[in-house]
């Protein structure tokens, strides 16, 4: 059977986008719907997660939409690693996982359906150093999530930005995942569906 590799390449893209939208749309419907509360709540939240005491002064980021903190300065009384039997090639990364677990409660080392991965450290050996991780649900990207951490040359946390999906939208994803295998079969069954139905299948 002979397939057309741009028409296999838009299927699975089409499929892979498919899992994106799924994450999307749990983590809409995991964050709160601020129709049932009074706009006293509402304004009440928002000052407790903008106005929490940190180590800057300055005020965190709250976006009220997604009912998420996307930009967060580290607080007065933020709690450190100890790193003191830690290889220097391993302290960065031991670090970043540390404040990681305290501000999101995802691990690089610890499994699950939901995974943050760390994608890369920037450390010019002067200046802030930072970590970048992106977020998998049973192995596959989540696009559009990722979190930063930011620390100084002694491995303190100075801020962080973004946010993860949570918890009940991976479960969502993961569903759906199993549901796409138990659909559509084996994988050569697939294609010759998606091919028969787009009216492209060439057979020899």
């Keep these: 059977m002979n397939f057309n590799k741009t028409a296999i390449a838009t299927v699975i893209g089409t499929a892979l986008a498919g899992v994106t939208l799924s994450a999307t ?3 809409l419907k995991a964050a709160p719907n ?11 939240k928002q000052n407790q997660q903008i106005n929490v005491a940190t180590a800057s002064g300055m005020s965190n980021q709250y976006d009220a939409q997604l009912g998420k ?3 967060r300065w580290a607080g007065k009384s933020q709690s450190v690693p ?12 031991h670090a970043a996982d540390y404040y990681l677990g305290k501000l999101t ?15 890369n450290t920037h450390d010019l050996g002067r200046g802030s150093i ?17 979190f930063n ?21 991976a479960t969502t994803v993961t569903s759906a995942i199993k549901d796409i295998e138990g659909a559509f079969g084996d994988a050569s069954e ?15």
């Design 69 to 71: 903190t996307t930009f």
């Design 190 to 204: 697939s294609i010759s569906a998606a091919f028969g139905a787009m009216g492209e299948i060439r057979t020899l």
């Design 149 to 169: 951490i930011m620390m100084d040359r002694e491995f303190n946390l100075v801020a962080s930005s973004g946010y993860f999906t949570s918890q009940r939208a």
């Design 105 to 119: 409660g995802f691990s690089s080392s610890k499994g699950g359906v939901a995974q943050s991965v760390l994608v």
């Design 25 to 27: 749309s749990g983590d």
């Design 82 to 93: 100890s790193l003191g039997a830690v290889s220097l090639e391993n302290k960065v990364s």
């Design 34 to 44: 601020y129709k049932s509360f009074d706009n006293a709540q509402v304004i009440k």
């Design 130 to 146: 930072i970590a970048k991780y992106k977020q998998e649900v049973s192995g596959v990207e989540i696009f559009n999530r990722e």
